[in-house]
């Protein structure tokens, strides 16, 4: 399992890169902060479930819950985890 | 005498006051409240010194007093002229300064765009549509709602049926927008087909999802009203969140759903259509773009009660110019579907270079004839006359031709087919964009030494993507360029996909490598498919 910190940072820069947008902090709220919209979205989705290896169940997609850096980690961590139990 | 757009409320207001005319969340509009307040606003719109032939600016959000507004600058003899609020400071000036609007009907809400206007020497009286005055560092609302919402005559003025109804500022090649004015007569005629076409008829509800400075608004305003029916605006609040947009139309029980391709396919995405879902919803139509015809399969398999119709037409023609029913499932999910025929009045001609019609099969210009043209460009001769031609088939009739800058051919049904662009004008989201101005925008940024904006097939549900690549001064960080560009530019037009090199590559001519560029970009995205593959 990767270290939480360490996916948090790998997600910040993934975001960077993608969108080129500076992410001020892991818990920067991107929608409301009008960096995301639903292009961007998609592209990044793209790119998370290419760079960590995982899908992302669109299906039950909680938008809620994907706005800032530390929160996509945690979708990102608990999808590994699912993953690595079965 | 000849109907104008602005007839369509009256008449349903006489018909059918109490009917609902437009609706957002818990606010709504029967058809007599729509029809007195814009009698009202367009009554103290005369008094401020509206005459026929001026604009009227709408400067404010997508919401029921944004359509007051459309139907007060129409009933005062005004065009209409729909400005984006989100829009950088500096393009909501150039189109300003272009279109020189005498009032802008805004809201508190707008208060930091009216400022950066006036800071740029851009200061047309605004008018607050709510009680609450706008109260700007620089601007103050000349009225408010308490001094508009008047009790009085009802105005007279009543302009032809080929004076200008509204004023559209599309991207244009060289970085300053350019605005497509469109008469009554232009949107009746639209209109008339539309609700025949569409059997649109009292007691449909139709969704407002495209900005009202966006053509295709023309489709969710007008032909509603002139059915009686009711327009449910799309909250703006649900443009990212697929499940809440799904259960709006379940909810609001539409029946006729219109939006860009790009809405239908991010709901696809995200699966949020239930198989026979939205019992209510008659009819879904799409323009703009091409929709990918596996993303059309998608509906079509999950929603068998609904007939599903493309539409095709530039903003200068507007909004439709051609369509096309679905007839059944494609059987072919790697085939776009066609834009089909021209709508009554209209032609859609297919030609080479010397203006002279293409056999079948044979791909050549698209040109457009007939009702729905455009008089042309606001205040813009040359950009007029170089879109706009004489009709090759009779080139002193007087009757015109518009360049679409579409490449199509047609097939031996007499079907058309979109074959791509013979510019670098791309779609994004329904929006037209000139790559140009983007790229002329990201040159002028301070650090850039040189860059190149292309266009590249994002493949499956994404579409098409903007992509920047660039050499700039080491000591910017990509993040502030970002961040430069969207002061300038419109979220719409920003890229998507971003290469930092140390020279633009080159061809033999010492011009930059776009081809190459277009590859190397397809190849980033391409990586990504393979391995998840």
């Known amino acids: 399992m990767i270290a939480k910190t360490a996916l948090v940072d790998r997600m910040s820069e993934l975001i960077r890169d993608v969108l080129q947008v500076e992410v001020p902090g892991s818990d920067t709220d991107l929608v409301e902060e009008g960096l995301i919209d639903s292009l961007a979205l998609i592209s990044l989705i793209t790119e998370v479930e290419f760079e960590f290896g995982v899908r992302l169940p669109l299906g039950e997609f909680d938008l809620a819950h994907f706005r800032s850096a530390a929160q996509m980690a945690a979708v990102v961590a608990a999808l590994a985890e699912t993953r690595t139990a079965a | ?533």
């Open chain 2, 1 to 533: 005498m000849s109907t104008l757009l602005q007839d369509y409320v009256a008449r349903a207001a006489a018909d059918r006051g109490d009917a609902v005319a437009v609706a957002l969340g818990d606010e709504r509009l029967t058809y007599a409240e729509l029809d007195r307040l814009s009698d009202r606003l367009a009554a103290q719109l005369v008094d401020a010194g509206c005459v026929p032939g001026d604009r009227v600016g709408l400067l404010l959000a997508k919401q029921p007093l944004a359509i007051v507004a459309i139907e007060a600058a129409l009933k005062a003899g005004c065009a209409y002229l729909p400005l984006d609020v989100d829009s950088p400071s500096v393009r909501l000036a150039r189109i300003v300064e272009t279109a020189e609007p005498r009032v802008l009907l805004s809201a508190p809400e707008a208060a930091p765009a009216l400022d950066a206007l006036a800071a740029a020497g851009f200061a047309p009286p605004a008018w607050s549509l709510t009680a609450a005055p706008i109260e700007g560092e620089r601007v103050h609302s000349a009225r408010t709602r308490t001094e508009w919402d008047l009790d009085g005559a009802r105005p007279v003025v009543r302009v032809g049926p080929h004076d200008p109804a509204y004023v559209l500022f599309t991207s244009g090649s060289t970085g300053w927008p350019k605005g497509v004015v469109i008469t009554h007569r232009n949107v009746t005629a639209f209109s008339e087909w539309a609700v025949e076409a569409f059997a649109m008829q009292a007691g449909d509800r139709h969704s407002g999802h495209p900005p009202l400075h966006f053509d295709l608004s023309t489709f969710d305003l007008h032909p509603t009203f002139a059915a009686g029916a009711e327009l449910q605006l799309v909250p703006p609040g649900l443009g990212l969140d697929a499940r809440g947009l799904a259960a709006f139309v379940r909810e609001r029980e539409l029946t006729q759903w219109c939006s860009v391709p790009s809405v239908l396919a991010y709901l696809a995405r995200f699966d949020v259509v239930a198989q026979d879902d939205f019992p209510a919803l008659r009819r879904v139509t799409w323009c703009g773009e091409v929709l990918p015809t596996a993303v059309l399969a998608h509906w079509m398999r999950r929603l068998p009660h609904v007939r599903f119709t493309n539409m095709y037409g530039p903003t200068e023609t507007t909004c439709a110019s051609s369509w096309h029913p679905i007839a059944s499932l494609p059987t072919d999910e790697s085939v776009p579907v066609p834009i089909g025929r021209a709508c009554p009045g209209e032609e859609l001609l297919v030609l080479d270079e010397q203006l002279r019609p293409t056999p079948t099969g044979e791909v050549g210009d698209l040109y457009i004839a007939g009702v729905g043209l455009s008089p042309g460009y606001w205040r813009d001769e040359q950009k007029t006359a170089a879109a706009f031609l004489p009709d090759p088939r009779a080139p002193h009739s007087g009757r015109r031709v518009y360049r679409t800058g579409d490449l199509a051919r047609a097939d031996e049904e007499g079907l058309l087919h979109y074959v791509g662009r013979a510019d670098s004008q791309v779609k994004s989201r329904g929006y037209r964009i000139e790559l140009g101005e983007v790229e002329s925008a990201f040159a002028a940024l301070e650090h850039v030494r040189e860059c190149a904006v292309v266009a590249v097939e994002a493949g499956g549900f994404e579409g098409v993507a903007i992509c920047a690549a660039y050499a700039a001064d080491g000591d910017v960080e990509p993040p502030a360029l970002r961040r430069a560009l969207s002061d300038v530019l419109p979220a719409y037009m920003m890229p998507a996909r971003w290469l930092s090199l140390d020279a633009l590559p080159k061809n033999q001519n010492g011009k930059i490598d776009r081809p190459l560029l277009r590859e190397l970009f397809a190849r980033q995205a391409g990586r990504r498919r393979r391995q998840r593959a």
